[in-house]
């Protein structure tokens, strides 16, 4: 094992009980570390006392020639920012050796959308004669309704959802709670899951999970990623899809239709407005391709 390692134990340890980073992030904080400890141990470094600056920029260099996007290079650069500030923060180095290094500009783009009658051909698909098509819809139907992330929808509670009030609660980021209107066709989607499907499935199992799967146990990312694409196909969408093309659908469809960008933020859970502003250049799209399609003289 690399010299360098326990300092990955700590650094997880830390973000996780700390922080309350979400565990896609914590993964992801790894891969990128791990790497940068691989290189570190290439170039023979065997205490963090002897890293530099000069030893982080070599492999931020080595990034980009591996063909590393922008942001992929942001988010490595931010993992070990984090890093040596724990380091230096619990005196196992006395310097920070990523101080003042500058960050990579992050490129942005657009993100990609489903229209309207794509979004309708979608949740018409799972067939609501049988119990897992009830919960399909029902997942499908709030998911587009809320604007969720895959790990919010698939980590929701039974109490998470009141159906009389049509709201939720979304567990996001860091765990911070935030309450989302939900909209009535989605609310009726999963009044007849939880009526007649819900039971089916559990087959007298006991769970607190709103969404299950016949085993008992919660849905999971992947697996209703599978049943995403299965569904896009049936509907006839021949491009991927992915459950977070129906969050970029669910915000920018919001714009659209005259929302305030701070309720879209605060409906996805944005800490950041800038993050949410993404979809104002998306909808500034649409509004061109109305102008040169209608305007006599565009």
Same mark, same amino acid.
């Given at each position: ?35 940068? /400890?691989?290189? %570190? ?34 988010? &490595? ?5 984090? #890093? $040596? ?48 098509? +009830? ?17 919010? #929808?698939?980590? %929701? ?28 066709? &989605? ?13 089916? +499935?559990?087959?007298?199992?006991? =769970?607190?999970?709103?969404? /299950? ?38 915000? =920018?469809?919001? #714009? ?9 933020? &605060?409906? %996805?859970?944005?800490?950041? /407005? ?15 391709? %109305?102008?040169?399609?209608? $305007?006599?003289?565009?």
């Amino acid at each position: 094992m690399s010299p360098l390692e326990p300092a990955l134990d700590l650094f997880i340890a830390h973000v996780r009980v700390e922080k309350g980073l979400a565990e896609n992030s914590v993964e992801a904080y790894l891969r990128d570390l791990r790497r940068y /400890v691989e290189h %570190l141990d290439a170039l023979g470094v065997t205490a963090w006392e002897r890293v530099g600056r000069t030893e982080i920029q070599v492999h931020l260099a080595e990034l980009v020639r591996r063909g590393l996007s922008p942001r992929s290079q942001a988010r &490595a650069l931010s993992a070990i920012r984090s #890093l $040596h500030g724990l380091l230096f923060a619990e005196r196992l180095t006395a310097l920070d050796a990523a101080d003042e290094i500058d960050s990579p500009a992050p490129g942005r783009r657009l993100p990609e959308l489903l229209s309207h009658d794509e979004i309708a051909r979608l949740l018409a698909a799972p067939d609501p004669r049988g119990a897992a098509g +009830l919960r399909d819809r029902a997942m499908l139907e709030l998911l587009y309704a809320t604007g969720l992330r895959v790990s919010e #929808l698939v980590s %929701l509670g039974v109490n998470d959802v009141n159906l009389e009030t049509r709201v939720l609660i979304a567990r996001g980021k860091g765990n911070k709670e935030r309450i989302v209107p939900v909209g009535a066709p &989605a609310a009726e989607a999963v009044k007849a899951y939880l009526a007649i499907a819900r039971e089916r +499935l559990l087959r007298g199992r006991r =769970t607190k999970d709103l969404f /299950v799967t016949p085993r008992g146990g919660r849905m999971t990312r992947q697996g209703f990623a599978k049943l995403l694409g299965r569904y896009a196909r049936a509907a006839g969408i021949r491009r991927r899809i992915s459950p977070h093309k129906l969050r970029h659908s669910f915000a =920018t469809h919001l #714009l659209e239709g005259g929302a305030d960008l701070r309720a879209v933020q &605060a409906m %996805l859970g944005h800490a950041d /407005v800038s993050t949410t502003q993404i979809y104002t250049h998306v909808d500034r799209s649409h509004v061109k391709r %109305l102008y040169d399609r209608f $305007h006599p003289r565009a």
